[in-house]
């Protein structure tokens, strides 16, 4: 903090407004569409979209898979680690402690450890987002358990059911919808995750992200932000229109 | 035969149920009166393990129930069944599901479990719970929503839950504290039914005294913990509930039972 003074704020932001200007692209009214070799089109900005689509694809593929492992570990996690339902006190402090563990690493160090031990590529990547995710999930799962009635627990309890039964025929039911939200909330901050943890070799469209920052071609920057962006959106709405839905059905 | 031997609950320094014994013969439907706050809840759920004992023993039959744990304990809430004031259906899931969930001690075996955990039930099964529903002329709401359904319904759902459980006994924990007089009287009367064509022993919690008068064989009231009256209905006259509560019968169930403690159960 004490190096934060007006003067270096004020001297930095006219060169971050440097940085942003030259990273627009040189398009010019006559020669917008024209063909990918013709400077000033759109497609000579885009001009390697079908290699930044497919590493968006992959990005989006790892997000995927990402958030269902994550997931999938985050449910199991998250029965014990709710205080109301939790078998023993033991359970619940080891997997609040476990899913606290594995949330506060942030996914770009777990990257950087997956790396070295799988090699470059996307494997790494997704484990470190998984791993991440599950401890970031299992907490807000376990707090949606927390929060729901406990009548019908009592009446699977009482009628001799085994407490996985409970968790499943009192419990599930009333936290899925929220649960569906979650993860696909997670899904669109994974394709985020993703998109940046290519820069430690992880995979996907971070690593040609961090290929053209480093090499200054700053066309390219802003072409891959863009699509990013756009791929985001997209996912957004998507999201939004999944969720929208099973907040009307959704019978777990 | 269930034997209740000096049965005591404290929660801190109050007893909630204070020494109470009491020996209730298989197939008698008992009704516990009480103010709220008298102990009935708690009395009822130590009977089926939700709450436990701080001293004193159950036995049903001779067999210890206050030591019971993992299967012995799911055994013996399977044969002592319970319903709720709040009913305590899964809202979400659809009636015939929720009936279905007495079965779920009745299915041996790992793999009976993994079915049940993917909410697979055998053909016999759901044609058991059909049964069950149909004789509280609820067949027809078999696949709707539990939360669709009128309160009475709901509760009619949890007796026939209960059902399926093939109990000997069956512990009602204020069960129409929540309902209208018609749906009360439907839900008595099918309490009543159980108790007769199915000889099933019945503990009722009430708080409508005339009620426990219409429906019980026996009555037994509850002040601060303890057993104050224990006796046939006929015995259980105004002039008597003055003198156990010190307030006239019409004054008395004036008061609103409370809404239940639903606490974690382990």
Sequence with gaps: ?252 | MLELQDLTRRFGGRAAVDGVTLSIPQGQMVGIIGRSGAGKSTLLRMVNRLTEPSAGRILHDGAEVTALRGKALRDWRTRCAMIFQQFNLIQRLDVLTNVLVGRLNHRPGPLATLNSLLLRFTPEERAMALDALDRFDLAEQALQRAETLSGGQQQRVAIARAMLQEPRLLLADEPIASLDPRNARVVMEALRDVNRRDGLTVLVNLHHLDTARRYCDRIVAMSAGRVVFDGTPAALTAAEVEAIYGVPEEALEAETPQAPAVGAVA
């Design chain 1, 1 to 252: 903090m004490s190096e934060f003074y007006p003067s270096s704020l004020a001297a930095g932001l006219p060169r971050a407004g440097d940085y942003f200007a030259r990273l627009l692209p040189d398009l010019r009214w006559a020669t917008l569409f024209g063909g990918w070799e013709t400077e000033g089109s759109v497609a000579f900005w885009f001009y390697r979209l079908d290699k930044w689509a497919l590493l968006l694809l992959e990005t989006a593929n790892m997000a995927a898979l990402a958030t269902l492992a994550g997931g999938a570990v985050a449910l199991l996690l998250a029965f014990p680690a709710a205080r109301n339902v939790a078998p023993s006190g033991l359970a619940y402090q080891l997997s609040r402690r476990g899913l606290e563990a594995m949330r506060t690493v942030p996914e770009i160090v777990y990257a950087l450890i997956l790396v070295w031990a799988f090699g470059v590529g996307p494997l790494a990547g997704i484990l470190a987002i998984a791993a991440h995710t599950t401890g970031a999930l299992g907490k807000l799962f376990a707090e949606a358990i927390e929060n729901a009635e406990m009548g019908p627990w009592e009446g699977v309890r009482a009628a001799g059911g085994t407490w996985a039964q409970a968790c499943r025929f009192a419990m599930l039911p009333q936290v899925a919808p929220n649960m569906v939200s979650y993860l696909l909330l997670r899904f669109e901050i994974n394709v985020r995750g993703a998109s940046v943890i290519g820069f430690v070799g992880a995979g996907g469209i971070g690593q040609e992200l961090y290929l053209v920052i480093s090499q200054n071609y700053y066309e390219e920057i802003s072409a891959i932000i863009v699509l990013i962006v756009l791929v985001v959106a997209m996912i957004d709405l998507l999201s939004d229109a999944l969720r929208r839905r099973l907040r009307g059905e959704a019978r777990a």
